[in-house]
């Protein structure tokens, strides 16, 4: 699929038919019955992923077209859920019945990966559809090479997992055992997807009972008519939004670490949009082709990229297929990062150009509307460990799955949001560590903020956070980790400077320490072992040496920066009265001293020769942050190997977001 998405047009307006408080009503009445829905999965989800709220829930109408999705969805799921509504609607046409429930979890039919596993109920009134109830949530586990699904390694997705093509769970009421068990059974935790199944369906059907409900009051075809009005409010008011933006054409890059099936180099994920008289239209032309891992997106999930990323900047906006009317795209031909295609792998899209596409609109979004601004935010990471739990004689199979919080970027006025979910899903909660320890056999040693990992800026980066864990009882254990920007760090904007970058480090601090990196697969772990990563903070806007001193002296007292990386960064020499009581105190003439030091040479730093950079760091002259922030220079964290080709990439992002954005001072 790569044409424009002319095919999820709602009509034009023609004038309401519907009184201003009936439709007001009936409008929040869908909004509550989406979110009815949502309650109704937390309360009942078998697994420990899905009640960390990784799930989304939608109403369609008929044609399939959303008419409301919740209002603390997973923003990933936004935008797909209508097209996994139509591929139902495509592959049983008239055989939809009452009491039917259909399952799917295809990325190459409008879905995001294997593991979101989505359900999706026909609602009958007066003999006819009138609408569809979905709830999609993520399965711990989806078969595959891996525990928990994730195979950084796989090209296709056969190593990936179960690919659900439109399928019927339940027929005019009557549960299919045999259809769900031989789902269920090609998981490694058929018990808890089963619970999840009849959850899920559940969860649907406490929506149709609202839809129904509303029926009986106000009449189908009021209720109809309502779930029309709402699309079409949704796009009138969107092209009224722009009507007081300006028209152009604007342009940006963004990057993934590599292409393992190639040299090192950055990955290019090319975004153009237009604004005009016919609404926002995005074209992606340009974009890598496939990459030779699961780092690819499948059309259904760049479109939600899209959506998400323009969604951000008109956030009371409803969202529906009226928004999608007005936001249009053209992703290019299959077979690119954007637009895998089958049988590509694109399990790992939300770490490669899902983020990658939303944080380039950000950027595009804030030469538009520079009062909202905002700098690249930190990379979605999963963390994977699975095995035999050896703490009871059956041995079952467990999935420590992790993810984290991390730092979103600085905005045009404050710093940005420390310690919270991705751009992926604002909603996605940060897993207990209780339960977490409860239900494997591993142990957090550490979960703390990150000092340092804020990009410095007149507005810093939001903060990212450090875990730590080790195996207790494991038993062939493998870790698996999808991540990106350990070499396409996030960046800053109008002078301000990178965050960190990601990566696991196992055994860190002992004789058999390793890096492992952003991304890789079947790590074998036993018992004993160590593992400990970052998240990374938000990019910096503006330059960092227009930071107050007070400012920068309280990201000091709050643990958020180092004092040594407030020299470096900003320029700030501090004290440390009585580190104890957090009494400290700036040296405003050393400060100024510094502050002129950096501006007359920090263009030169980024001009030195990379090789003699990176033999710095080796030696331990200088330290990561030195050589990313004050260097420009990319290297393999762990080796210290000089990624020539990357750095001279990573320089010219510099150059475009940061050093051009400083006043030129003579040394």
């Not at 009509?11 to 009445?29: I, Y």
């Not at 320490?513 to 697969?521: H, P």
Request: charged share 20%; hydrophobic share 40%; aromatic share 10%.
């Amino acid at each position: 699929m790569s044409e424009t998405v002319a095919s999820m047009s709602v009509p034009e307006a023609n004038g309401s038919t519907l009184d201003p408080v009936t439709f007001e009503v009936l409008k929040n009445a869908f909004a509550t019955s989406v979110d009815l829905m949502s309650e109704q999965i937390l309360r009942t989800c078998y697994s420990f992923v899905i009640y960390s709220r990784d799930f989304s829930s939608a109403l369609c109408d008929a044609a399939g077209n959303t008419v409301m999705q919740g209002s603390g969805d997973i923003a990933v799921h936004v935008g797909t859920l209508h097209f996994q509504c139509k591929a139902v609607l495509e592959e049983f046409g008239s055989d939809i019945n009452p009491g039917d429930v259909f399952a799917i979890n295809d990325p190459y039919r409008g879905g995001t990966h294997f593991n979101d596993v989505s359900f999706i109920r026909p609602i009958f009134s007066g003999g006819a559809v009138i609408a569809f109830a979905q709830n999609k949530g993520h399965w711990a586990d989806i078969g595959g090479n891996v525990p928990g699904s994730f195979d950084v390694n796989a090209k296709e997705h056969f190593g990936e997992g179960l690919r659900i093509t439109p399928v019927r769970i339940w027929s005019r009421g009557v549960f299919l055992h045999d259809v769900a068990q031989l789902l269920v059974s090609n998981t490694r935790a058929p018990r808890q997807a089963m619970g999840d199944l009849h959850a899920q369906s559940e969860a649907t059907a406490v929506c149709e009972r609202e839809i129904l409900r509303l029926v009986d009051r106000y009449s189908r075809a009021t209720v109809q008519n309502a779930m029309q009005e709402t699309q079409d409010y949704v796009e009138r008011t969107v092209r009224r939004r722009l009507e007081g933006l300006p028209h152009g054409v604007w342009e940006t890059t963004d990057y993934m670490d590599n292409d393992p099936g190639k040299s090192e180099g950055l990955v290019p994920i090319k975004i153009k949009l237009t604004i005009d008289d016919h609404g926002i239209h995005y074209d992606l032309a340009g974009s890598a082709p496939v990459v030779a891992t699961f780092l690819n997106s499948g059309y259904g999930t760049t479109f939600s990229a899209i959506y998400a990323g323009t969604k951000t900047f008109f956030p009371d906006v409803p969202l529906n297929s009226g928004f999608y009317a007005a936001v249009t795209a053209d992703i290019g031909p299959e077979g690119t990062v954007v637009n895998a295609g089958w049988p590509n792998a694109v399990t790992g899209f939300c770490s490669g150009p899902y983020e990658k596409l939303m944080n380039g609109i950000f950027e595009i979004w804030s030469k538009i509307m520079p009062e909202r601004a905002m700098a690249c935010a930190f990379n979605l990471e999963y963390l994977l460990v699975g095995g035999k739990d050896g703490r009871t004689e059956e041995s079952p199979y467990f999935m420590w799955y992790d993810w984290m919080a991390g730092g979103w970027g600085g905005r045009a006025s404050k710093d940005g949001s420390g310690a919270t979910a991705p751009v992926f899903g604002a909603g996605l909660a940060v897993q207990p560590v209780e339960g977490q320890e409860r239900l494997s056999p591993v142990l957090t040693s550490m979960h703390q903020i990150g000092m340092d990992s804020g990009g410095p800026g007149r507005f810093r980066g939001g903060v990212g956070i450090e875990k730590g864990g080790m195996l207790t009882d494991a038993q062939n254990a493998v870790m698996s980790y999808c991540c990106d920007r350990a070499r396409s760090i996030t960046w800053g904007i109008e002078g301000g400077l990178p965050s960190i970058p990601h990566g696991v480090w196992l055994n860190k601090g002992t004789e058999g320490e390793r890096f492992l990196g952003s991304n890789f697969s079947s790590v074998p772990v036993q018992s004993g072992d160590s593992f400990v990563r970052p998240s990374a903070g938000g990019g910096g806007y503006g330059d960092p040496l227009e930071r107050s001193y007070l400012e920068v002296l309280d990201d000091v007292i709050d643990g958020y920066v180092s004092i040594g990386r407030a020299a470096k960064d900003y320029g700030v020499v501090i004290r440390a009265i009585d580190p104890d009581l957090d009494d400290y105190e700036v040296d405003e003439a050393a400060s100024v001293a510094l502050r002129v030091d950096i501006a007359a040479h920090r263009l030169g730093w980024l001009a030195e020769d990379p090789a003699a950079i990176a033999a710095r760091y080796v030696s331990g002259d200088i330290d990561m942050l030195d050589v990313i922030r004050r260097y420009g220079v990319i290297l393999d964290w762990g080796t210290g190997e000089l990624f020539a080709t990357t750095t001279q990439e990573h320089r010219a992002l510099m150059e475009r977001r940061s050093s051009s954005h400083w006043p030129v001072v003579s040394a």
